[in-house]
């Protein structure tokens, strides 16, 4: 396993993050646990999960799940960077959810309970908060790292003006700010690289990819029956050419295509990790393969071919 540090932090982190959407709910405790230990034993460190993971009753049972590993086997939590996030509703009250210093500092309270831990290593904003000033968004997470219940804050979901909105009110207050955004990435979805990316790069913030295979289509899990059902199966259709060539490129590499596609997040220098949310235990095993691919430049032209972006950061890529 490789590691690098987060943006500008001094924090060293995996170049894979085992993802944890899929615990008690695709998943259930022995599988998550199995996966858990099989991340941690394969040199994973960044395990990401969120308030809201695991069902739609507000109990957390993602990260419920965690906490009874971290139980199970206490020595774990030391091994590894926890990270998990705050802002959707986690009850049935007008204040339980979004940032307002009054649902952050009592989500952290219960994240740290669920999770059986004194602290939250990356604690992220899992959206922007358009009715919540960032005056007192940071006044909250000050107080949450004065009392080392979290170590860093990072975001995800967030635009590239709210990046620089926050890094620079940050800044005002002596704050260190974000060292992370997390955002969705990978060959069918690069409108990032447009404007996110070139905003973390240009203040230091670590850039953390979700959805790498695009919801397993790039890993031709998802199948033309499977599509047909799908309300957006005309978007697959009119894509079903460029899965071909896809799929013809990696047989001629004689490597899998997720272990390929991931391979491609990996080889950009802005991309710090990238977050695999296995629903099974072989999925991920195919993902740690990933690391080992090396994709030479002319097998980067070809992929750009493919699967073209948006044409490069912004405003070049349409202004001139």
Same mark, same amino acid.
């Given at each position: 396993?490789?590691?690098?540090?987060?943006?500008?932090?001094?924090? #060293?982190?995996?170049?894979?993050?085992? !993802?944890?959407?899929?615990?008690? #709910?695709?998943?259930?405790?022995?599988?998550?646990?199995?996966?858990?230990?099989?991340?941690?034993?394969?040199?994973?460190?960044?395990?990401?999960?969120?308030?809201?993971?695991?069902?739609?009753?507000? &109990?957390?049972?993602?990260?419920?799940?965690?906490?009874?590993?971290?139980?199970?086997?206490?020595?774990?939590?030391?091994?590894?960077?926890?990270?998990?996030?705050?802002?959707?509703?986690?009850?049935?009250?007008?204040?339980? =959810?979004?940032?307002?210093?009054?649902?952050?500092?009592?989500?952290?309270? %219960?994240?740290?309970?669920?999770?059986?831990?004194?602290?939250?290593?990356?604690?992220?904003?899992?959206?922007?908060?358009?009715?919540?000033?960032?005056?007192?968004?940071?006044?909250?997470?000050?107080?949450?790292?004065?009392?080392?219940?979290?170590?860093?804050?990072?975001? /995800?979901?967030?635009? =590239?003006?709210?990046?620089?909105?926050?890094?620079?009110?940050?800044?005002?207050?002596?704050?260190?700010?974000?060292?992370? &955004?997390?955002?969705?990435?990978?060959?069918?979805?690069?409108?990032?690289?447009?404007?996110?990316?070139?905003?973390?790069?240009?203040? !230091?913030?670590?850039?953390?990819?979700?959805?790498?295979?695009?919801?397993?289509?790039?890993?031709?899990?998802?199948?033309?029956?499977?599509?047909?059902?799908?309300?957006?199966?005309?978007?697959?259709?009119?894509?079903?050419?460029?899965?071909? !060539?896809?799929?013809?490129?990696?047989?001629? #590499?004689?490597?899998?295509? %997720?272990?390929?596609?991931?391979?491609?997040?990996?080889?950009?220098?802005?991309?710090?990790?990238?977050?695999?949310?296995?629903?099974?235990?072989?999925?991920?095993?195919?993902?740690?393969? /990933?690391?080992?691919?090396?994709?030479?430049?002319?097998?980067?032209?070809?992929?750009?071919?493919?699967?073209?972006?948006? !044409?490069?950061? =912004?405003?070049?890529?349409?202004?001139?």
């Amino acid at each position: 396993m490789e590691y690098v540090k987060l943006g500008r932090s001094g924090l #060293k982190i995996s170049r894979l993050c085992l !993802g944890t959407m899929n615990f008690g #709910k695709k998943l259930d405790e022995n599988e998550s646990h199995e996966l858990l230990d099989l991340a941690v034993d394969s040199g994973v460190n960044l395990i990401d999960t969120a308030d809201v993971y695991g069902g739609k009753n507000c &109990e957390g049972l993602s990260e419920q799940v965690i906490g009874r590993w971290f139980v199970r086997s206490p020595g774990n939590r030391e091994k590894t960077i926890l990270a998990t996030k705050v802002y959707g509703v986690t009850g049935p009250r007008p204040n339980d =959810a979004r940032l307002s210093a009054y649902h952050v500092i009592r989500a952290c309270e %219960e994240s740290l309970r669920r999770l059986r831990t004194d602290r939250i290593d990356l604690y992220q904003m899992h959206h922007i908060d358009r009715s919540t000033t960032w005056d007192e968004i940071w006044q909250a997470m000050e107080k949450l790292v004065q009392d080392g219940k979290v170590l860093y804050i990072g975001s /995800s979901n967030f635009p =590239a003006w709210q990046i620089a909105k926050a890094s620079e009110n940050a800044k005002r207050r002596n704050f260190l700010g974000l060292v992370s &955004e997390q955002s969705i990435y990978n060959l069918c979805e690069r409108t990032v690289e447009l404007e996110l990316l070139p905003a973390c790069e240009d203040y !230091g913030i670590g850039f953390l990819c979700w959805s790498p295979l695009n919801g397993g289509a790039l890993a031709k899990r998802t199948t033309s029956d499977d599509r047909n059902d799908d309300p957006g199966n005309e978007k697959w259709r009119s894509r079903q050419s460029r899965l071909d !060539g896809w799929f013809s490129f990696c047989a001629e #590499k004689g490597r899998s295509p %997720e272990s390929v596609a991931q391979a491609w997040l990996l080889a950009n220098p802005l991309v710090t990790s990238i977050v695999v949310g296995p629903s099974k235990v072989s999925h991920f095993r195919s993902s740690l393969d /990933s690391v080992g691919v090396h994709l030479e430049q002319d097998e980067l032209e070809r992929v750009d071919e493919i699967w073209p972006g948006p !044409g490069g950061p =912004a405003p070049e890529a349409y202004a001139w």
